[in-house]
């Protein structure tokens, strides 16, 4: 297994134009989790999966983001009508997950620029 | 919500030195806690992952301890070397499972 993988890995972009992320967790893993850094600062959760289901979102995701893992296997993030507030490091990562939370591992992540 | 902090926010070390790096969180009811390593432009690596249930875990030159009661863990490096410069973060899920990161240490391991 490569472990998790990443699409884009840039991105630039101009201001209000839309964006979509592709994360592919590591294959027998059943969540999947969506995170933002900022440079000097550590990662934000924004949402995770477990298998398809959106289990939970954080409040810094505006109607702009939406996330999606049909069938439970890989997921996108789009970025509708971006601003320069978005430019960020979307990371990606993906566990399995029993009763409590698992190890997670990373991808390399999709860097956002958005001029 | 969980709190997690990380001191130092930078550290700089001659080359086979021993180091600590600190993490504190304001809730203790933890299932687990991770380390990672993040190089500059680069995802999450994951170090070490102790259990909640365990004090201690060991990779190599890595040891993390953990002290739930306190709120409290450290990753001790042992012999440090030029390619252990990175930024060093600790990680804590909560009871939905969502992760808490520190800002993390920038660690720089001069020859």
């Known amino acids: 297994d490569t472990g998790v993988s990443q699409d884009p890995r840039h991105k630039i972009t101009k201001r209000g134009q839309n964006v979509t992320f592709r994360c592919d967790p590591i294959s027998e893993h059943n969540r999947l989790y969506w995170y933002r850094q900022t440079l000097g600062q550590g990662p934000e959760f924004l949402t995770y999966?477990?298998?398809?289901?959106?289990?939970?979102k954080s409040r810094l995701l505006s109607d702009r983001f939406s996330a999606e893992r049909p069938k439970g296997s890989f997921s996108t993030l789009e970025i509708q009508r971006t601003e320069q507030g978005d430019s960020a490091m979307y990371l990606c990562a993906s566990s399995l997950v029993w009763e409590f939370a698992g190890e997670l591992f990373f991808g390399e992540g999709s860097r956002l620029t958005v001029l | 919500k969980q709190e997690v902090t990380q001191i130092p926010a930078a550290l700089s070390v001659p080359e086979g030195e021993n180091l600590v790096l600190n993490c504190s969180f304001t809730d203790s009811a933890i299932y687990n806690l991770q380390w990672f390593r993040q190089d500059p432009g680069k995802g999450l690596t994951s170090l070490l992952l102790i259990q909640s249930s365990q004090r201690e875990q060991t990779s190599g030159r890595l040891n993390a301890s953990l002290d739930k009661s306190s709120g409290r863990s450290t990753l001790y490096i042992a012999a440090s070397q030029p390619g252990d410069s990175a930024t060093y973060l600790c990680?804590?899920?909560?009871?939905?499972?969502?992760?808490?990161f520190g800002t993390g240490t920038s660690l720089t391991v001069i020859p």
């Open positions: 999966f477990q298998n398809e289901a959106q289990l939970e």
């Open positions: 990680a804590v899920p909560n009871t939905g499972n969502q992760f808490y």
